[in-house]
C-alpha cells in the first residue's frame, strides 16, 4: 500500500510530468488554439482554450450519449453502486483526502469506481473548477493508474481491470491532447485483454469464482468498449469475440427479471446489457435479447420457419466450473444454473418465471459414524445436451477411496428435472446420507400425509417432489426422510453397504404435477438372478398419464433386465411410449 510519504513525492512528480505550461505535456495534434496559447505563455489564454474545446468537441460522447439515457441522472445508473450516481463530483474533504493519498484503500474496488466516475465528470468540472484544482484532480487520476501498476494489481481481477484497464483507456480517450493521457492507452488495452483472457473461458464464460463479481465486470467492460468505440481502440480481436460470447452468455445466464443467476444485490441495468448488444452489432446476438424477453406462447407464435435456430439453451464449461441447464431462450423458460468452485455445488432453479431455490446443494457423508471429508475438488464427468435434455454429472473423491457423484437432468418437453446423488465406495460400511437445497423467500415444502412425496408451493406455482429412493408408504419401516428445515429441503438417507443412491425428482408443470402420481423401486436381474443394490437399481415414475424409467449402474456395465427391457449401460433415463416400449432421454454407456 501507498504510503502518505510516498503519495506527496508521486504527486509532486505528477505535477512536473503534467504541467499544462509545458510543450512536452501536450501532443502535436492538440487543437491549433489551444498549441496557439500555449506558445503564448499566457495561462489564462490556455486554459480558456481547453475548456472552449472540452465543451465544444462531439468526441468522445457523453455518458448520456453512450447508453442513450434520457437524463444525465440516468445516465448514471449504468455505473453500479450509489457512489458512481448523483450528480458530478465536487471537492469534498474525502476526496481531498484520496488526492493527497491518504485514503488507505486508494486501489480498493470503490476507490477505482470513485476515479472512473472522477474522469468522466472531468471534461464538464472543468467549467466550473479553478484551473489549479482542475489539474490537480487529473494528475491525481492519472497518479492512481501509476499506483495500481506499481502495487501489481492483478490484471485478472475486478481492481485490476478497473483500475488498469478501463480507467487508463477512459483518460486516455478522453484526452488524447494530453501526452501523459495519451501514453496509457497501450497498456489499458493490454490489461483489458488479459483480464478477459484469464477471467472468461475463451467462449464467454466467467469462471464460477468470480462469479461473485460478475455485474461490476460485465460494466467495466461494457462501459470500456463503449468509450473505445471500437474493438481496436479498446482491446485486441480476440477479447472482442470473447466480449460478443460474453453478452450471449450472459442472456443465457439471466433470470426471467434479466439479472445474472446467483447475483445478489448489485443489479444490472437492462439498459446497459442493451447497449451492449447494440455494441456488437451482431445480428444473432440481437435476436436472443428478443427472445430472452418474450414469453413462450409468444415467442412460438412470433418464430418463422425462415429464421435460422438459435441454438439449445443449454451450456457447460469445464474450465469455468459452470453449466446452465435451460429447457429454451424464452424468458419463462425452466433453468437450473450450477457453479461447482472447489469443494462446493451451488444450485439456482427457476420454474418457468419464479425462483425456487439459490445456494449450496450441500452434501454431508459419514461413514461407520466418521464424517467423509472431500479428497479433492468437484470436476464435471459427463456432458449432454440436445433437444429432450440438457445432462450434467460432477463428481468428487472422498477420503478413503470413495467417492460422490451429482447426476442432474432437465427435461425440456417432458418438464421435469432429476437430481441424484451416488456415494460410492471400495468396501461395505454403515453410510448416512444428508443433502439440502436452499429454498428461496416464500417457498415451503408441503408433505403428503400418508406417502413420502410432497409439494413445494410458490407464490403462483407449485413442483410435485419424489423422494425415489425412499418406500412410497409412509407405514414402510425403511428409514430416510424427505422435509424441509430451517436451512431448506432435506433429504437424509441411510444404507449398509458399498453404495447409497438418493434421487430426487421434480415435477416441473403445475398442470400434471396436480393428478395422481406413483413411483416404485424395481427389481433388476442379471443372468435371471436378483442383483442387490450395490450392484444397479431402477425405479418407475408415474405423474398422471406419464410414465418414466430410471436406472442406474455401480458396477461394471453388462447386460441386465429391468422390467423386461435390457440394459447395458451405466444410468438411463427415458419415458415410457404410448406402446410401453422405452424411449431413452439420455443414456451413458
Not at 476507490?111 to 484532480?137: C, T, V
Not at 437492462?270 to 418474450?294: F, Y
Request: a neutral charge.
Amino acid at each position: 500500500m501507498v504510503s502518505p510519504l510516498q503519495a506527496v513525492e508521486a504527486h509532486a512528480a505528477a505535477r512536473e510530468r503534467l504541467s499544462p505550461v509545458s510543450l512536452l505535456a501536450w501532443h502535436a495534434d492538440s487543437p491549433k488554439k489551444v498549441l496557439r496559447a500555449l506558445r503564448s505563455g499566457n495561462e489564462q489564454a490556455l486554459w480558456a482554450a481547453w475548456t472552449a474545446h472540452l465543451k465544444k468537441r462531439r468526441r468522445p460522447k457523453s455518458h448520456r450519449q453512450l447508453f442513450q439515457t434520457a437524463t444525465q441522472q440516468g445516465s448514471a445508473t449504468w455505473a453500479g453502486p450509489a457512489a458512481l450516481h448523483g450528480a458530478e463530483p465536487a471537492e469534498s474533504a474525502e476526496q481531498a483526502a484520496l488526492r493527497n493519498g491518504y485514503l488507505s484503500d486508494r486501489l480498493s474496488v470503490e476507490a477505482a469506481q470513485h476515479w472512473i466516475n472522477m474522469a468522466h465528470h472531468l471534461p464538464k468540472l472543468s467549467r466550473s473548477l479553478e484551473p489549479e484544482l482542475w489539474w490537480d484532480l487529473l494528475r491525481e487520476t492519472i497518479q492512481v493508474v501509476d499506483d495500481a501498476e506499481r502495487e501489481r494489481v492483478e490484471c485478472a481481477s475486478l481492481p485490476g481491470q478497473l483500475l488498469r484497464g478501463e480507467l487508463p483507456l477512459t483518460l486516455a480517450i478522453l484526452f488524447p491532447e494530453l501526452n501523459a493521457c495519451r501514453q496509457l492507452h497501450e497498456p489499458a488495452r493490454a490489461a483489458l485483454a488479459q483480464g478477459m483472457e484469464e477471467l472468461l473461458d475463451g467462449e464467454g464464460v466467467l469462471h464460477a469464482k468470480e462469479w461473485a463479481n460478475y455485474v461490476p465486470l460485465l460494466r467495466c467492460w461494457i462501459r470500456a468498449r463503449a468509450i473505445g468505440g471500437s474493438a481496436d481502440a479498446t482491446w485486441n480481436a480476440a477479447s472482442e469475440a470473447q466480449f460478443r460470447h460474453l453478452i450471449q452468455e450472459t442472456l443465457r445466464a439471466a433470470r426471467p427479471d434479466g439479472q445474472p443467476l446467483f447475483v445478489g444485490a448489485d443489479r444490472l441495468d437492462p439498459k446497459l446489457l442493451r447497449a451492449a448488444v447494440r455494441l456488437c452489432d451482431d445480428r444473432k446476438l440481437r435476436k436472443l435479447w428478443k427472445q430472452t424477453r418474450r414469453r413462450t406462447a409468444r415467442a412460438a407464435a412470433r418464430t418463422s420457419s425462415a429464421e435460422k435456430p438459435l441454438g439449445l439453451a443449454g451450456v457447460t464449461s469445464e474450465w469455468a466450473q459452470s453449466a446452465i441447464l435451460r429447457s429454451a431462450w424464452t424468458k419463462d423458460s425452466h433453468r437450473l444454473g450450477v457453479l461447482y468452485p472447489h469443494q462446493r455445488v451451488q444450485l439456482e432453479l427457476h420454474q418457468a418465471d419464479e425462483l425456487v431455490w439459490s445456494g449450496d446443494w450441500d452434501l454431508q457423508v459419514r461413514l461407520n459414524g466418521q464424517a467423509a471429508m472431500p479428497d479433492g475438488e468437484w470436476e464435471e464427468v459427463c456432458w449432454f445436451s440436445d433437444p429432450a435434455v440438457d445432462y450434467l454429472e460432477l463428481e468428487i473423491p472422498l477420503a478413503g477411496g470413495w467417492k460422490a457423484q451429482r447426476k442432474m437432468l432437465l427435461a425440456r418437453q417432458d418438464e421435469f428435472l432429476y437430481l441424484a446423488d451416488a456415494v460410492i465406495g471400495p468396501a461395505a460400511a454403515e453410510i448416512n446420507y444428508c443433502s439440502r437445497l436452499p429454498l428461496a423467500a416464500g417457498v415451503h415444502f408441503e408433505p403428503a400425509a400418508e406417502t413420502r412425496e410432497g409439494i413445494l408451493k410458490t407464490k403462483r406455482s407449485r413442483l410435485l417432489v419424489l423422494p425415489l429412493a425412499l418406500a412410497e408408504w409412509r407405514s414402510d419401516p425403511r428409514s430416510g426422510a424427505l422435509c424441509q428445515t430451517e436451512t431448506g429441503l432435506q433429504l437424509r438417507q441411510e444404507a449398509v453397504g458399498q453404495t447409497l443412491f438418493a434421487p430426487l425428482w421434480f415435477d416441473l408443470n403445475p398442470k400434471r404435477n396436480r393428478q395422481p402420481c406413483t413411483w416404485r423401486q424395481l427389481t433388476v436381474a442379471q443372468l435371471r438372478e436378483v442383483e442387490s443394490r450395490d450392484r444397479a437399481v431402477g425405479f418407475r415414475v408415474q405423474v398422471g398419464t406419464e410414465q418414466w424409467l430410471v436406472y442406474r449402474s455401480f458396477q461394471q456395465p453388462s447386460n441386465r433386465t429391468l422390467l423386461g427391457h435390457n440394459l447395458a449401460s451405466e444410468s438411463l433415463v427415458g419415458r415410457f411410449t404410448t406402446k410401453g416400449e422405452v424411449q431413452a432421454l439420455v443414456e451413458v454407456e
